[in-house]
């Protein structure tokens, strides 16, 4: 069964300072890794796709990593308004044809908090 | 570009009742996705339209939810009758062509007492 294991459960960060966060996973062959970002009352706010060992997308402070089992989500000197839940969502490659899925399965997400 | 729309927003029943969940995806998607969040625990799939056919409904908890999507615009996923169990956020998503990109909406509070 695929599943995904997101550490910390939460982090809190001065203004500023540095740190990652952690996505492990196990699936039967990986279509894509998925980063979401979510505020509270609101839905997944779609970040980036991942789809290959090695490769690495960035935007503004975030930049997320990719390795055959975790995927990294690095936050550069953070500010305030990134404070939000990041979550982590793999999709598996079997075949639609041999009962494969387009669905998602999701972390439990990290709940990042960035003082002033 | 308007995003995915859900509604209500909040909806609180007591057991026993139906209630009617709506999501309009965004223009042009004919991937429709709905999932939740039961408290404490992760966001969950449970069925995926393309188009109007339901391509995995394999998340799907039970009979009491039934999922419709007419014409392949939008959504409509009914729990008759809703259980207490069945408290949670439902989210629904779209994205076009296979194995895209999925969008959510604001989700629905469903909250059954």
């Known amino acids: 069964e695929d599943q995904v294991t997101q550490s910390p459960e939460a982090l809190r960060l001065q203004e500023g300072e540095s740190s990652s966060l952690n996505c492990s996973y196990t699936?039967?062959?990986?279509?894509?890794l998925f980063w979401y970002r979510q505020d509270p009352g609101k839905g997944p706010e779609f970040l980036f796709t991942?789809?290959?060992a090695g490769e690495e997308k960035e935007k503004e402070r975030l930049k997320a990593t990719l390795t055959k089992k975790e995927s990294f989500l690095h936050i550069t000197a953070p500010k305030p308004e990134d404070s939000a839940t990041y979550l982590c969502?793999?999709?598996?490659?079997?075949?639609?044809?041999?009962?494969?899925?387009?669905?998602?399965?999701f972390g439990k997400g990290t709940k990042l908090t960035v003082n002033p | 570009e308007a995003g995915v729309t859900q509604f209500p927003s909040h909806s609180v029943i007591e057991k026993g009742q139906t209630v009617t969940l709506r999501c309009d995806p965004i223009?042009?998607?004919?991937?429709l996705y709905w999932y939740r969040r039961v408290m404490g625990k992760e966001i969950k799939f449970l069925l995926h339209?393309?188009?109007?056919?339901?391509?995995?409904e394999s998340g799907m908890p039970n009979n009491r939810f039934l999922a419709e999507r007419t014409g392949g615009t939008y959504s409509t996923l009914k729990v008759q009758p809703a259980e207490l169990e069945d408290s949670g956020v439902y989210f629904c998503?779209?994205?076009?062509?296979?194995?895209?990109?999925?969008?959510f909406g604001p989700g629905t509070r469903l909250l059954v007492l």
């Open positions: 998503a779209s994205s076009y062509g296979h194995f895209r990109s999925q969008y």
């Open positions: 699936v039967s062959g990986l279509r894509g």
């Open positions: 991942l789809y290959s």
């Open positions: 969502a793999v999709q598996a490659s079997r075949d639609l044809t041999q009962g494969g899925s387009e669905k998602l399965v």
């Open positions: 223009s042009g998607h004919d991937n």
């Open positions: 339209f393309v188009k109007e056919s339901k391509q995995d």
